[in-house]
T-cell receptor, first 115, second 115 residues
Framework: AQKITQTQPGMFVQEKEAVTLDCTYD???????LFWYKQPSSGEMIFLIYQGSYDQQNATEGRYSLNFQKARKSANLVISASQLGDSAMYFCAMREGRGTYKYIFGTGTRLKVLA | DAGVTQSPTHLIKTRGQHVTLRCSPI?????VSWYQQVLGQGPQFIFQYYEKEERGRGNFPDRFSARQFPNYSSELNVNALLLGDSALYLCASSPNRDSLNYGYTFGSGTRLTVV
């Protein structure tokens, strides 16, 4: 069964430091997409980065990069040079090729950036 | 350009009542999805509509229903409200249904409190 696991309920990071948020997934579909979303206190889910199961290289978007280890079924988000505005909930999510219309979300990690 | 807009932003209902939540997708987007996010959890998929037809349904009771209008806006209806229906209801839009590598755009949600 498809599943997303985020084992870190909360994380702290010093401003300007890098932080890694963990995500593992389970699926039997060879075609899938992995996504990270940021949810500030306003509630809106903000799309950060995408990694396809067939992508050979790790995805990067500005200060965000995704450490994709397919054999280990992990898709960790790395935020470099943390900023105070990065404080939020972060969700890892998956969509499968056979049912591309729905996300399966993890339980999220609350990140707090310290000044 | 306007993003995904949801209304109302907050509302309080009494057990047993009915509620209608509304969503306007990004202009040109034909697909609308609804998610329920209970406090402390990740969003759970409720419905997806594409071109006014239901294309997917999550594991929710028949008290939950939705529809999509010719202008691609959508309504989520919940009958016979229970305390457990208290949650943030998120709407997401995308241009089409089948593009795996597209990160859906979410609205800020409607926060429903059932008392």
């Amino acid at each position: 069964a498809q599943k997303i696991t985020q084992t870190q309920p909360g994380m702290f990071v010093q401003e300007k430091e890098a932080v890694t948020l963990d995500c593992t997934y389970d699926t039997s579909d060879p075609s899938y997409g992995l996504f990270w979303y940021k949810q500030p206190s306003s509630g809106e889910m903000i799309f950060l980065i995408y990694q396809g199961s067939y992508d050979q290289q790790n995805a990067t978007e500005g200060r965000y990069s995704l450490n994709f280890q397919k054999a280990r079924k992990s898709a960790n988000l790395v935020i470099s040079a943390s900023q105070l505005g990065d404080s939020a909930m972060y969700f890892c999510a998956m969509r499968e090729g056979r049912g591309t219309y729905k996300y399966i979300f993890g339980t999220g990690t609350r990140l707090k950036v310290l000044a | 350009d306007a993003g995904v807009t949801q209304s109302p932003t907050h509302l309080i209902k009494t057990r047993g009542q009915h509620v209608t939540l509304r969503c306007s997708p990004i202009s040109g987007h034909k697909s609308v999805s609804w998610y329920q996010q209970v406090l402390g959890q990740g969003p759970q998929f409720i419905f997806q509509y594409y071109e006014k037809e239901e294309r997917g349904r999550g594991n929710f009771p028949d008290r939950f229903s939705a529809r999509q209008f010719p202008n691609y806006s959508s309504e989520l209806n919940v009958n016979a409200l229970l305390l457990g229906d208290s949650a943030l209801y998120l709407c997401a839009s995308s241009p089409n249904r089948d593009s795996l590598n597209y990160g859906y755009t979410f609205g800020s949600g409607t926060r429903l409190t059932v008392v």
